[in-house]
């Protein structure tokens, strides 16, 4: 078969996704007996000042009392000079698909980005100027731009529903297909039982492969219920995960806070519940946020959605509590 150019530049691109991914890969090593921090960085050819604190803060939940380590345990070594590089993902799109690394506070953390619907199924639908509003659409555009800003900080970040070719988007109005697919090439099915079990048994696998780093999977919808009260964003997790309920209470109180330095007038009303019925809070496995950033039916909330500057905000500020939540 011969390639054409177009070809060539997407296995190209697809390439260099992959090896961003891999790179990112932090290297895990047992602790073996006599082994301690210094030991373990020194062979690795790592300098013991610089990255002995790193170390710490990389493994702070596996250390024992003294910062010694248990013998038999996997502990994650810190990367050298992460922060200089920066690597393309396709899936951001041509504008945003070029991701540098400015920090590495969340190096060793692993997200899930669910963005709800997609396929088949768009949402709920809203109307704005003779348009049609798909709730996934602009789901899966949030959830791009808060992969950006997990990844700028050294994350390792799956979005699992996805779209070959909608890259992060400036529209106010962004066109709704039904081309979206589930990490990673997965057809989305139609049937809800089927769509759900299909995105959940993905994170539980990756779950697996992860196993022994923190790891949190995000899942975004557009469609909240109308309530009488004024209420912008709600956060639910499953009752039986206290770690999912401190998670998701520091997402959203980094929204509020965000919304009372930059609209101080406007009262922001955020609200954190279990809600165990909910599918993907009762079947994953990692611990989980489900968040319902406002409804697209809504007319005063569809400015939240159809600005670009709002949706990355709002990534923004989300991004901000995950930071919180890793640094405890
Ligand atoms: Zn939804």
Known sequence: MKLTGSQILLSFSLFLFTSALIAQQPIKVKAKSGDGIHRILKQHQMDTEEYYHEFIRLN????????????????????????????YYAIFGEKY?????????????VYYLVSGHGGPDP??????????????????????????????????????????????????FLKNDKHETV???KEIPLNINKKLRQRTQVVNQLYRKNRGQYQRLIVIHIDSRSKGERVDVF???NSKSKSGKIFTERLISALKLNYKKYQPKRLFGGITNNRDGLYMLKYTHPVTSYLELGNIQNAKDQVRFTKSENRQALAEW???????????
């Open 60 to 87: 702070k939940t596996k250390l024992i009392k003294g910062n010694l380590l248990f013998i038999g345990r996997t502990y994650i070594l810190p990367q050298k000079n992460a922060n200089t590089g920066t690597n």
């Open 97 to 109: 698909g070029h991701v540098k690394n400015v920090d590495n506070s969340l190096q060793g953390a």
């Open 123 to 172: 949402g709920a639908v809203g109307k704005r100027d003779g348009h049609l509003l798909t709730e996934d659409e602009y789901a899966y555009d949030i959830s791009l731009r808060l992969a950006v800003e997990l990844i700028k900080q050294g994350a390792i970040v799956y979005i699992i529903v996805r779209d070959p070719d909608d890259g992060i988007r400036d529209d106010a």
């Open 183 to 185: 990490w990673k090439d």
């Open 235 to 237: 956060g639910y997790y």
């Open 318 to 328: 989300l991004a901000e509590g995950c930071i919180s939540d890793f640094d405890q």
